[in-house]
């Protein structure tokens, strides 16, 4: 992030609808405020303020050693604006933003917040800018520090929301690849999914995928050539799983989606993983860095970076020879015409004991598999995805 950006943490609140008070409430190994502030600064955000209220003593202590500043709102009882207006005069001078965040949004992506500094960094006006998915608006918003007055001088109606809508030609959706920023805690059913969504955060669904293709501006027949090749990987990690064997296969339909992603190179030139990363889909770049490291001696269970190998192999072939993704063709033509090279022999002996590997796991060949996934009247409804 270019530009020195603010945290305003909103934990004052009684957390009456929950029935128990949400910024301690267990979350993992720790609390569901200390969470959150684990994930801000790990994003590089260092300037958080946590706005106290009920219980502030407790949860300013539980606070002390996490290096966000807790600051207590003596008006907290009036409702949430009255925080927000406590936490922007609290804010350090010389910021060039602001994010407005509730406690117990905890789940907001490390992507989403820099997706957020990118638009302000990029824009060329005062202006106020909210995530979006799904054409859903969530948190957190960001906030060029230009509005800081005019927010602790506004008198009108509904709060934030109220400004907000008074100040629409200045606000700017901008569209996340993150379903998780638009759940909350506000009851116990909502706090049980969050639990239950906190243990892959970091493997995106197809819909946030799409998303993040979209918003890199992939040309749509490149999106439609991405999405056949995400359901010939997702078709056969449930050949395998069909035989007892365990694939993550959420893990493997993101890596199929992302693998051929190309972010702009001001995102992170190193990487694809690393850019992946970054925005908080460690799993799912993990899985491409192995793909580019598989040993064709690995005797040990097929991973779904096997799988991802294979399926792109294939349909390289399929490409090389224009024939149908499920034509047998020879593997060297998944890396090329210079089948004598070094590189190419590798290339080729990966496939071939991954091959050997999948047909020892599940009975049938990869070529068998893949005549019957061309032979399937709609490969994606078998695997549960949505035909686009």
């Known amino acids: 992030m270019q530009k020195r950006l603010g945290v305003i943490v909103l934990a004052a609140g009684f957390s009456s609808r929950m029935g128990a008070f949400k910024p301690l409430l267990p979350f993992g190994e720790t609390t569901v405020a200390e969470h959150l502030i684990r994930n801000l600064r790990s994003i590089g955000l260092s300037d958080i303020h946590v706005i106290t209220g009920f219980r502030a003593d407790e949860l300013a202590g539980r606070l002390a050693a996490s290096g966000a500043v807790a600051v207590h709102n003596p008006h907290f009882e009036e409702g949430m604006f009255s925080s927000i207006q406590t936490g922007i005069q609290s804010l350090p001078r010389g910021l060039d933003g602001f994010f407005v965040l509730p406690v117990d949004t905890p789940l907001v992506r490390p992507g989403t917040f820099r997706f957020l500094a990118n638009a302000l960094d990029a824009s060329t006006r005062k202006g106020i800018f909210i995530p979006r998915f799904s054409g859903r608006r969530g948190h957190p918003p960001l906030l060029d520090a230009g509005w800081a007055e005019a927010i602790l001088q506004w008198q009108g109606p509904y709060g934030l929301r109220g400004f907000f809508q008074s100040q629409a030609g200045n606000c700017v959706e901008v569209d996340v690849p993150d379903r998780l920023m638009l759940l909350d805690m506000d009851t116990p059913e909502k706090y049980r999914a969050l639990l239950l969504a906190l243990p892959r955060q970091d493997i995106p ?18 999106l439609r050539r991405i999405q056949e090749a995400s359901c010939l990987a997702t078709f056969l990690g449930h050949t395998l799983t069909a035989c007892g064997h365990t694939l993550d296969l959420q893990r493997l339909e993101a890596a199929a989606l992302l693998q051929h992603l190309k972010p702009a190179a001001s995102e992170h030139p190193e990487s694809l993983p690393a850019f992946l990363k970054d925005i908080g889909f460690g799993r799912v770049a993990e899985t491409l860095a192995t793909a580019a490291h598989i040993d064709p001696l690995s005797t040990g269970p097929l991973k779904e970076a096997d799988i991802l190998l294979l399926a792109d192999c294939h349909l390289r072939r399929g490409a090389a020879t224009g024939t149908a993704a499920s034509s047998v063709g020879t593997p060297s033509s998944c890396f090329g015409e210079s089948e004598g090279s070094e590189a190419d022999r590798r290339g080729i002996d990966k496939v071939q004991a991954l091959e050997k590997r999948f047909e020892e796991t599940c009975g049938k060949t990869v ?18 995805g949505k035909a686009n």
């Open 367 to 384: 070529s068998r598999a893949l005549q019957e996934y061309r032979e399937h009247d709609d490969p994606r409804r078998s695997h549960g």
């Open 205 to 222: 669904d197809r819909e946030e995928c799409l998303a993040l293709l979209r918003s890199l501006n992939t040309p749509p027949e490149e």
